[in-house]
């Protein structure tokens, strides 16, 4: 079972910041937390990884919480190429397999 | 540089045919991943290779699945005899030890009719 909960969707408006939580209560000390995207039936596309500091990329931010039970994916100014389900996984690094849930279906509108 | 490639990228089989599904990690990973997604469900990890060597294969749902990653390049997934169920795409990934990010396919279409 994923040892994450996200919301199923969300909306936001084109422009406009994305702020997509996630729970990890139960995350490990050595555990990270990764987002993926999945656009339409696209392979999974990675997006940003963490540990305990926020990450920051091209793409997005990573804001995980000093306790680290939860995190915030933002995508600055969200366009209508953002629109997909946004997975939040927590691995432990080094080889071990993904489980993903269901994600949030993130749909920017015009 | 080339990302993970997947091949075919759709396919269409009679139930009880033989389909084999092809994988190209990016060059240099030594760990491949095969995941797949059924209609309806969530994407479910099947196997993971370290190099040529099965490091977890607990995801596999039955003996009709075989993989193989001979000399530890690309992978093949066989699907022997397909069943209806088997219907979905299934993805391959790759990651390298020395930066341990899991990079995915696009997904090979599989349609058993």
């Known amino acids: 079972d994923a040892k994450t909960t996200q919301p199923t969707s969300m909306d936001c408006a084109e422009g406009r910041a994305a702020n997509l939580p996630c729970n990890h209560s139960?995350?490990?000390?050595?555990?990270?937390v990764y987002w993926y995207r999945q656009i339409h039936s696209q392979g999974p596309q990675y997006i940003i990884h963490g540990l305990k500091n926020n990450e920051t990329n091209e793409m997005a931010s990573l804001i995980i919480t000093e306790d680290r039970k939860s995190s915030t994916l933002i995508l600055p100014h969200a366009t209508l190429r953002d629109t997909a389900v946004y997975y939040c996984?927590?691995?432990?690094?080094?080889?071990?397999?993904?489980?993903f849930g269901p994600g949030t279906r993130l749909s920017v509108l015009p | 540089e080339a990302g993970v490639t997947q091949f075919p990228s759709h396919s269409v089989i009679e139930k009880g045919q033989t389909v084999t599904l092809r994988c190209d990690p990016i060059?240099?990973?030594?760990?491949l991943y095969w995941y797949r997604r059924v209609m309806g469900k969530e994407i479910k990890f099947l196997l993971h290779?370290?190099?040529?060597?099965?490091?977890?294969e607990s995801g596999m749902p039955n003996n009709r699945f075989l993989a193989e990653r001979t000399g530890g390049t690309y992978s093949t997934l066989k699907v022997q005899p397909a069943e209806l169920e088997d219907s979905g795409v299934y993805f391959c990934?790759?990651?390298?030890?020395?930066?341990?990010?899991?990079?995915f396919g696009e997904g090979s279409w599989l349609t058993v009719v």
């Open positions: 990934a790759s990651s390298s030890f020395a930066v341990d990010t899991i990079y």
């Open positions: 060059s240099g990973h030594d760990n």
């Open positions: 290779f370290v190099k040529e060597s099965k490091q977890d």
């Open positions: 996984i927590v691995r432990h690094n080094y080889g071990q397999n993904f489980v």
């Open positions: 139960t995350i490990s000390g050595n555990e990270y």
